[in-house]
């Protein structure tokens, strides 16, 4: 009677622990937003982990959303190799720049247009993982880079380096010439000295001359 009970427990248990263990699930990562300018190109990077083996499987869903949140569009599908789009506003303008052996699932689109506003999705599914977060990048497409932080921090460094410079050649040549300064005082000062000893050997000249008569 002791064994029956003792299985019942452990199947009990492991069903329990199974309800408590979180179900496996991708997970996505992308850029939260991005900035491009009109007429270029852009990556939308989209990089996942999952807890399975990478299986041929895998699948990879990039989705559009303009800004006027209407009905959500096909950017690009993978399934074991990139597929052509349907006719739509991205067709011929998006390219696969992902690598799934190392959980890249990025892609390019081409031409940067203003209907390109919009949120970008990115959906991986690793089958038995197929549950888990949607990736999103909202892109808003301009006619000029903004003057961002990044900017203002290399330009900041950039003047700090060009100042620096500034004050390192202004002490060097105050160096320099204080050096040649005080190389003329001294040069200035040997030659008094000079002129003095000679002054004082022709005076002692001439005092010793009346005595030598």
Known sequence: MGGPSWLGAVLFLGV??????????????????????NGTDVRLKCTFSTSSPI????????????EDLSSHEPVFYYLKEPYKLSPGRFKGRVTWDGNIERNDASIIIWNLQPTDNGTFTCQVKNPPDVNGKIGEVRLRVVQKVHFSEIHFLAVTIGSACVLMIIVVTVVIIYRHHRKKAQEKRTEVADTEFSREKE????REEKEASPLED
């Open 16 to 37: 329990q622990l199974r309800a408590l263990w979180p179900a496996a699930a991708v997970q996505v990562h992308t850029s939260k937003e991005v900035d491009a300018v």
């Open 55 to 66: 299986s041929q499987s895998l699948s990879v869903t990039w989705n559009f959303q303009p």
């Open 199 to 202: 002054n004082l050997k022709i």
